[in-house]
């Protein structure tokens, strides 16, 4: 199992740094990844390319699966669009 947690993605969030953190992941080869809380910085809108941190999601390589316990920051503005780009990106 590996763990991220308080990514706080939002206008200032640099894409190279979600894939490096999924390169960090994959180097490690877990069964399964869990992204913890505080995805999202309050307003899902400000994400840049929420096209790019879904394909980003999507290269977590985990055979039984990547999931996502949400926290208080991720229940801002956008909430339903950012439930559908968590799903679109396999988390």
């Not at 640099?14 to 490096?20: D, E, G, P, S, V």
């Not at 994959?26 to 879904?54: K, L, W």
């Amino acid at each position: 199992m590996s763990a991220a947690g308080d990514l706080h993605l939002s206008v200032n969030s640099k894409l190279a740094t979600t894939q490096r953190m999924v390169e960090l992941i994959n180097a490690e080869q877990p069964d399964a990844v869990m992204i913890a809380g505080d995805i999202f910085n309050n307003d899902y809108s400000t994400v840049g390319s929420p096209e790019a941190i879904v394909a980003e999601f999507k290269r977590i390589d985990a055979p039984l699966g990547v999931y996502a316990c949400l926290g208080n920051h991720d229940c801002g503005y956008g909430f339903d669009s950012m439930l559908d780009e968590l799903e679109k990106g396999n988390v």
